[in-house]
């Protein structure tokens, strides 16, 4: 389960994407939409978080559109740096939100 897929630790890196925005474009679709998308196609049940009406309409705007086995290898090669989970125990990662988040 990715709780908060878009948020929290690196949207900007999501949305921005140039990547995410390329694979976007062949669809008619945001970045973000990319990755909720991939997510989904993994299996992987995806809950994003928005208080935005128009970002709600779009996160749920996932299910007209399948990715090429192409578009997933290319996404799932830009996370290297981890496993692609956090650990909510860890204090450095406590900390970070904490500061960040407040």
Do not use: C
Not at 53 to 70: G, V
């Amino acid at each position: 389960m990715a709780w908060g897929p878009l948020g929290g630790q690196g949207v900007e890196g999501i949305v921005k994407s140039e990547e995410l925005t390329a694979i976007g474009t062949k669809y008619n679709k945001s970045a973000a939409q990319v990755a909720l998308r991939w997510l989904t196609q993994r299996g992987i049940v995806a809950i994003p978080k928005s208080t935005h009406k128009e970002r709600m309409a779009q996160n749920i705007d996932i299910f007209d559109f399948t990715l090429t086995d192409d578009d997933m290898a290319q996404i799932g090669k830009m996370n290297q740096h981890d496993s692609g989970t956090i650990n909510f125990n860890d204090p450095k990662f406590v900390k970070y939100l904490i500061e960040n988040y407040g």
